[in-house]
Every structure is written in structure tokens, then in C-alpha cells.
């Protein structure tokens, strides 16, 4: 009790303060400074204003969050499975954030670095949900580490250039938005013998400390092992009976493999194959043309433009069995795609033009035909002087969502459809003996790199190494050869996973950013 009043009594009041508005009622107390039950009275008054000065329910935020959902919702991404994938695991981590800030007690916030990749906004649109561009986006990262909803909001909006104007019609006790934004400098400042008296932890002195000091690897996995490693036992006879069904399945079938788009968790990929394993049961004769093809389970079902079986996780059995059944069209389509391709590749001097899954927007077998032939039709009226077969050895790709032809890393030209012919050749001549290059040190670093997952794998005795589609073949290299500088126990047994940031999956593997701090 005595350290209680001493921290009192240390407090620094402003009975002027626009954020501590104390009512008239209780003034009296104030004028009461050497009487200990008027102190206790005023230990009370001022822990209410407090809270009540900085409050914002969680459908508060959710409300105040929705332009910021809408800019980043993974929906909004499906022609890009990179970007939507940040998104999809950045989300998690947030919600995650969120629902902690609104436990009672809860204390250990540990700062929480988010990636997002954000739609740009349309200049002239009143809609929330329409003020969003299709093709344009951007990558904001960020750092939390508020300790309350409203602040959190604030940082999330601010960091993504979002307008914070509409939070001023919340709700929160009639706080102006002015006062909400200067929140998190806390202009109510307890005198520090309160820290000292009480063992609390002064959150100005922590938050500048978290800023100050980067999180490393083995901080990381010295906090977060224990979680990873409850999380992966509890997972364990889920991953087995996801090996069981998908080898049963591929078996039965014949299949050549059986993926997923998106970083589904075990439960929800089990769930899915046991819905396609009835349909085996219920149907048999509509599956007799999948032989010797991958399904892939994603947001949509149809042909996707590699060739694959696409079936919408969304969708019921009925969706499904049209799709099985549609599949002697699809196959003709992708003859006629083929011989597309062909055609174009002997237009522009024998370079090859091919579909990467890992670096291209999905697209259905449709969608990349009707691509491919306007491109075609272009060429044919331009009759560009390609001689015939001076680009074999080359690759290229074809977006739609570009304006400028680009070369890329590993040795492939992106072509814009909407690109103008001369500027088309032109580029393509003028990078072909690079891109030549680029081709074999893509060959050389894709043997690198496996030879770095396999040593890394061995020496850590991890169950398994891998990477998201978003990190790249130079990242994935740096980043086995400094861990392979480490010791690192803690990942035996463990499934780890090479990404932009760091977490916790919910099936126990571990992500941590390719380029970890030591």
C-alpha cells in the first residue's frame, strides 16, 4: 500500500490535460493530498481516466481497419501468388497481435515486423472498396510494437499512407483525432519511482529499447522454439495422415503430383483430400482422364495455364465433377496453346516462350490462350525481321500488367502483350547476349542452392528445409551459408521455412527472414 501512494504522489497531474478530463465531482479530492484515503480515491479516479482515455473496442478497430483490409486482402490477389501469399501470412501474425492486445493482463508484447504488399488507390473515387487499383501494388513493412488498439490502428494506417480521417467518428470516449494520434507518446507520464516501487515495466524505456535493439536469429529461436516445437507435436498425426491420403490418392489415380497454391494448414489440406477421396468413391468413372497430371487445390477450379487440374476449395463436388468431365476439352485447348506457343517462337528467331508458375500471375488455360493469340495477332501484323533461329536458347514470358519489356535474373525476358514491336526487337537484341549469361548462372545457382538445402537439412537434422515462392535463389543461398556458419540446436527435428519475417505456423514450422540478423 505504501509503494501505491508513493507512486502517487510521485505522479506529475495536469488537472489541464486534454486527455485527462477528471469530473468536477472528484476535484475535491485533489485538494486532499495529505489524507490516505483520499489518495486511494484519486489512485482510482486516475487509473479510470486512463484507461478510458485511450480506449477502442475490437469491432472499433475492425471498422477503423477496413480500408487497410481492403488495400491488402489476399482475394485481391490472385493473379498474384507471391504477393498474396506475404499478405495471407502477414495477416495471421497481426490477427494474432490483436487478439493479444485485447487480453486482460496480458504483458509481453514483443515488436512485430509486418510485410505488406498494398493496393495503390484510384485518384478520384469516394468508394472505399473501388478506390483500389487491380494491377498496381506496393510493399510497406512495418514495425509494431503499441501496446493498445487505438495506437496499433493508427500505426497500421499511417505506415500504409491510409487516411485515418474516418476514425474521428468513432466512438472513443469523444476523443478527437488529434489527441488519438498523440496517444502513443503517452502524454501521461508516471514518474519513474513508480516503476521502481511497483516492478512494473516502464513501456517508454521498453519501446526504446525495442527500437534500438534488432531481433537475431538465436534471440528469435531462443523465445519462440518451445511454442514451434508444441505446435509440431500436435501436428504430427495430421502430417501423417496427409502423406497417407496423398499417396493413396496419386496412387489410385495415377497422378503425378498433388499440390496446393496457398499455405493452407495440414487440418485444411486433409480436409480437402478427403473431400476429392469421396468423390473417387461416388464418381469414379469422371476421374478415368487424370492420368499422369498434378492437381492443385486453389481458389478456383478449370485448367490453369501450365496444364494443371485446378480444384476450388470453395467449390462443391458438382463444380468438380464438371471440371473431370470438361477435361478431354481442356486437353484439345492446350494442343491449340501449344501450337500457339510454337508459332510465336518461330516469329521471333526461336526464342522459346514458356509459362513459370513461381513468378507469373494463375492463370486459367482460357485466360493464357486468349493471351497468347492477341500477342500473336500483333506479330503477324507487324512481320517483325526476326532471322530464324538466331534467339534459340532464349526464353521469354508474357504479362499483361506490364508496359516495358524487362529481363530477368534468371535469363528469361518478361514481354509486355501491349509492347510495341520495335521496341520489342530492339530490347531483345539488345539484351540477348545477357540474358545468354543470365541462363547459366541460373543453372549454376539452381545446383548451389540444392546442394545448400540438402548440407543445411543434414547438419541442422531438420525435417525439412524450404522456402516461399517470394524469396529468390540468390536469398535462399545467402542465407544456408550463414546458417551453415552456426550452431544452432534448436531446429532438430524441426520444419523450417525461409521467408521475409519471422513466426510461428500454426502447425509448428518456423519462418525466419532470409536475411537474419546474427
Known sequence: MFCCLRAVRSLKLSTKHPQLKIPKSHMPVLDSWNNP???????????????QSRTLSGADAINALRPFYFAVHPDFFGQHPKEREVNENSLKRLNGYLENLQKPGFRSFKPTQLTFYVREREPNSSNVQESFSASGFRAVSFTLHTRDLLSTVLDILNSCSLSTEHIQSLNVNS???????????RPIKWDKTYYSFTG????????????????????????????????LKKSLPLRKELERLKFELSHQLE??????????GIAHRCSQLHSLGRLVQQRPEVLKNVKGRTVVFTDRSGMSAAGHIMLGTMDVHHHWTKIFERLP????????????????????????????????????LEEYY??????????????????????????????SDRYAPSLHEFGHFTIPTVCDPATLQWFIFAKAQEARENLKRKEEMMITEKELIDTSTEK??????????????????????????????????????????YSVLQDGDLCIPWNWKN
Not at 497422378?255 to 493452407?264: G, K, N, T, V
Open 37 to 51: 484515503c483520499s489518495l486511494l480515491c484519486l489512485e482510482k479516479i486516475l487509473l479510470q481516466c486512463i484507461l
Open 175 to 185: 476523443q478527437t483525432h488529434k489527441e488519438a494520434k498523440s496517444a502513443v507518446n
Open 200 to 231: 512494473f515495466k516502464d513501456p517508454e524505456e521498453e519501446l526504446e529499447q525495442a527500437q534500438r535493439v534488432e531481433t537475431t536469429l538465436i534471440s528469435w529461436l531462443d523465445g519462440n522454439e518451445a511454442s514451434a516445437v508444441k505446435k
Open 255 to 264: 497422378l503425378s503430383d498433388i499440390r496446393w497454391q496457398r499455405s493452407w
Open 329 to 364: 476439352n481442356y486437353y484439345k485447348l492446350q494442343k491449340r496453346l501449344l501450337f500457339l506457343e510454337d508459332r510465336i517462337s518461330q516469329l521471333l528467331g526461336g526464342i522459346q516462350v514458356i509459362y513459370i508458375e513461381e513468378l507469373q500471375p494463375l492463370l486459367t
Open 370 to 399: 486468349e493471351t497468347l493469340d492477341s500477342f500473336y495477332n500483333k506479330l503477324c501484323d507487324s512481320r517483325l525481321p526476326f532471322h530464324p533461329r538466331s534467339l534459340r536458347g532464349l526464353q521469354m514470358i508474357l504479362e
Open 460 to 501: 541442422f537434422s531438420l525435417d525439412r528445409l524450404y522456402k516461399e515462392p517470394s524469396v529468390s535463389s540468390a536469398q535462399m543461398i545467402d542465407c544456408c551459408k550463414r546458417l551453415l556458419e552456426e550452431s544452432l540446436p534448436y531446429l532438430q527435428g524441426m520444419h523450417l521455412c525461409i521467408s521475409h519475417f
